[in-house]
């Protein structure tokens, strides 16, 4: 009995705290309506106000306020854009604040151009802002000014470094900018924020391969190749590293790959199909690197040296003997200097005595026997499309004394000048270029080989 007063009290005071919480629940649900309600009144009668007067301030400062903090920056642009048109004649409205907020709202709907209205007012207004700095560099960015951009973004960061953007827009900005090195510490404190951010991931690789670093890039473009928005790029950016490295095949791998990303910037893929073929044309795949060449050809015509590589090409897809005399292999280039040796003369007896190849041309020291006459003979073939001038004849002329033959027969897949033809006047020297070289490797198989 003695503790039932006790129960009783101990129920009294829970009913109390019960009753208070009753009370309270009921005060914060009235307190959200009116916040509502309030939301509502502010709309209701700005647009009251602003039916009877467009540029009334009474209506455009709390309704323009009300739009920004809820990031209704459609509705809050045009509030803004006309306070900082009347702001000069209505000293209520807050010059700094609205030449801000006109700007920031205009670079979220997409109007960069209309931005550096209010931003670079709020700037002259408030130099230090962290806000007008870290916008306006936005803007600058938009805009390609990158290297406008980086002193602005420079500033905000002194001001404020707690804003995780201001790293991903000043590493960016310095990227855009070549200063690749530079950009290095703000992209991977960035990419540490947003480690999915595949732009960043990007420009980082490329900074590193422009910095000298492209054995680190690699992993990262090769990573990137299936991206539907970055792909194409680091599928062109890869292939590069692998031609510089001679590692062809696996060039031809990267750009096949980019070539997939079709909705890719034509500049992008023209970039790819040129390296594409020119990868092709060092594995000898001529046939393929042709369909690339006409594929620039025929999207973007004149494209650097196209034209003039159709040509070429062509000419040696067609006609394997030129192919293998331009671009193959030293040993399989002095077996087909062999057979031309031994076609030469028609009816001939050959005999090698020596072959010399050089880093410029190959010579090959013979003897020959027809029915009608024998003597040495050396022949000298040079390798080049371009043209052939006096002094490297004068070369070969000393070097046929020098070897006691009795004459020296040059060829050549270009040209001579007028100065070597004059110069072998009156000496033992046949000069064969290309439409004389084609002549004969289209007899080439078609006569026994008569060598010892």
Not at 15 to 30: E, P, Q, R, T
Not at 94 to 119: H, M, P, W, Y
Not at 230 to 237: D, I, S, T
Not at 369 to 398: C, M, N, P, Q
Request: aromatic share 10%; proline share 4%.
């Amino acid at each position: 009995m003695d503790f039932l007063p006790i129960l009783i009290a101990i129920i009294v005071v829970v009913g109390f705290i019960a009753l208070l919480m009753i009370f309270s629940g009921s005060k914060g649900k009235s307190g959200k309506g009116g916040k509502q309600k309030s939301r509502q009144v502010i709309i209701k009668e700005a647009t009251r106000k602003l039916s009877q007067n467009p540029h009334n301030p009474d209506g455009l400062i709390p309704l323009a306020n009300l739009y920004f903090q809820e990031q209704l920056w459609e509705k809050a642009y045009p509030l803004y854009e006309t306070m900082l048109n009347i702001a000069v004649a209505h000293s209520e409205i807050n010059l700094g604040q609205a030449s801000l907020r006109q700007g920031i709202c205009a670079l979220k709907v997409g109007k960069t151009e209309d931005a550096f209205k209010g931003l670079l007012q709020a700037r002259k207004i408030n130099p230090d802002s962290f806000e007008t700095n870290f916008y306006l560099g936005q803007a600058f960015i938009n805009n390609k000014e990158f290297d406008k951009a980086i002193p602005l973004l420079r500033k905000a960061l002194t001001v404020n470094k707690e804003v995780p953007e201001i790293y991903k827009y000043l590493g960016i900005a310095l990227y855009q900018n070549h200063n690749f090195k530079e950009s290095l510490p703000y992209l991977k404190r960035a990419l540490d924020i947003s480690p999915d951010d595949k732009e960043l991931l990007f420009s980082m690789a490329d900074a590193m391969k422009e910095g000298g670093s492209g054995d680190r890039a690699i992993k990262v473009f090769m990573h990137l190749r299936p991206d539907p928005e970055f792909g194409a790029r680091a599928c062109l950016a890869a292939g590069m590293i692998h031609q510089n490295a001679k590692q062809h095949d696996k060039a031809v791998q990267d750009f096949e790959i980019g070539l997939k990303h079709i909705n890719a910037p034509i500049e992008v893929m023209t970039q790819i199909r040129y390296r594409l073929a020119h990868s092709y044309l060092e594995t000898s795949d001529i046939g393929h690197a042709l369909i690339c060449l006409r594929d620039i050809q025929s999207t973007v015509p004149n494209y650097k040296d196209v034209p003039a590589l159709i040509a070429r090409y062509q000419e040696l897809n067609q006609n394997t003997n030129l192919h293998t005399y331009l671009i193959s292999n030293n040993s399989d280039f002095i077996a087909l200097c062999r057979k031309i040796v031994s076609v030469y003369f028609g009816k001939a007896y050959v005999k090698v005595l020596d072959i010399n190849a050089m880093s410029d041309c190959t010579e090959v020291q013979t003897e020959i026997e027809t029915a009608k006459w024998e003597d040495s003979v050396l022949f000298r073939f040079y390798r080049t499309t371009g043209a052939i001038g006096e002094l490297f004849i004068r070369d070969f002329h000393a070097r046929i004394k020098d070897l006691k033959s009795g004459r020296g027969i040059c060829f050549t897949a270009g040209t001579f000048t007028e100065e070597a033809r004059k110069y072998i006047e009156g000496r033992p020297i046949d000069l064969t270029d290309k439409a004389g070289l084609i002549k004969i490797l289209n007899r080439i198989d078609t006569k026994p080989s008569l060598f010892q």
